[in-house]
């Protein structure tokens, strides 16, 4: 058996077929399974004999079978050598990477600055309950400040959020002052009912963002809009702040900033005055600290919001909000940060 048994294996000549001789050797089934079967039926001095002459010859077997598979492994890798060669030095497929769309890179951008100066970034959400997006921020039911922001009703009480101040206002319910101030922004989609042309969108981007800590002053809001500001659109622009309303802050301002090309005929971009406004901001007005239960007489700070869709605008001089949203890759490739 073991020599008609080696004289197959090494017959073999693909690894398929030697595994079929090893099974049917030294399978369950195979002769040598079925003599160690059979000891049960010998007597007790028959048996050490014959089960030790049975394990030698299988274990006997069982090497050659090694030996004859490493063998044709062997063979088998030189000839997929010999056959399988690869030109490595034909060039390769170059792969289509996606890029961060403008949008993003702004909020990116806007992110890092923030986060430099001390802020932590929040995301919230964009189903809004109409108290946070409304009540708590000095805007109750039929404030004429509501007419401002048109907006998309889910029931009579949970809405689309209209700008980021939700975010705001539950961050301040939420803070631990007396852990330190609250230094935050939030980034994300805002909606409001309006008709989408080159200049609106029923969709846009916001961040809004605030400072609430003690003795924080109107100084502290100009420095710090004015930096961020001078990170995206650069050194060189002039920043200007205008008194303005909005209900949660007191008093408000809007910031501009001088326009990209200005020549004898006017400027691009924001046509005839030389400047453009990119925020809106203000010290928080008492009822909103109230409302959040932080005391008005200990804590103070200010807020800001601005449009990320405008800011991709001005920066990159695009002058069609819907480019955004259309997705259009010839647009969309021009963003592609490259290296
Ligand atoms: N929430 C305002 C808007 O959407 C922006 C703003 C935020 C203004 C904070 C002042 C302070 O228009």
């Not at 398929?16 to 399978?27: F, H, M, P, S, T």
């Not at 000891?39 to 274990?59: H, Q």
């Amino acid at each position: 058996l073991q020599q008609k048994g080696s004289q197959d294996i090494k017959a073999a000549s693909d690894l398929k077929q030697l595994n079929d001789i090893r099974v049917k050797l030294l399978g369950k089934k195979g002769p040598i399974t079925e003599v160690l079967r059979g000891m049960r039926d010998l007597t007790k001095e028959e048996r050490p004999a014959v089960g030790s002459f049975a394990n030698k010859v299988r274990d006997a077997l069982a090497e050659v079978v090694d030996q004859k598979k490493a063998e044709l492994e062997q063979a088998k890798i030189e000839q997929q050598l010999a056959t399988e060669t690869i030109d490595v030095t034909l060039p390769g497929d170059q792969p289509k990477i996606g890029a961060h769309h403008v949008i993003s890179q702004v909020i990116e951008q806007l992110e890092d600055t923030f986060l430099g100066m001390g802020f932590k970034v929040v995301y919230g959400y964009e189903v809004e309950e109409e108290k946070y997006n409304f009540e708590m921020l000095n805007m109750p039911k039929d404030h004429p400040a509501r007419d401002m922001q048109d907006t998309f009703y889910i029931t009579k009480d949970v809405l689309m959020r209209t700008h980021m101040s939700p975010d705001e206002a539950r961050e301040l319910e939420k803070h631990d002052f007396s852990q330190g101030p609250l230094k935050m922004v939030s980034p994300g989609r805002v909606y409001r009912r309006d008709t989408d042309d080159a200049t609106h969108s029923h969709q846009f981007f916001q961040m809004e963002g605030q400072y609430i800590g003690k003795n924080v002053t109107m100084a502290d809001l100009k420095g710090t809009l004015e930096f961020a500001i001078r990170q995206i659109f650069g050194e060189e622009r002039e920043i200007r702040f205008r008194p303005s309303y909005f209900p949660f802050t007191e008093p408000s301002v809007e910031v501009d900033i001088s326009c990209f090309k200005c020549n004898g005929k006017g400027c691009d971009v924001c046509k005839h005055t030389g400047w453009i406004e990119v925020l809106g901001a203000g010290m928080t007005h008492p009822n909103v600290l109230k409302a959040a239960g932080v005391d008005p007489e200990i804590y103070g700070g200010f807020a800001f919001g601005l449009g990320i869709d405008r800011f991709a605008m001005l920066k990159y001089g695009i002058d069609d909000i819907r480019n955004f949203y259309q997705n259009d890759v010839r647009f969309l490739t021009q963003f592609e940060k490259r290296g």
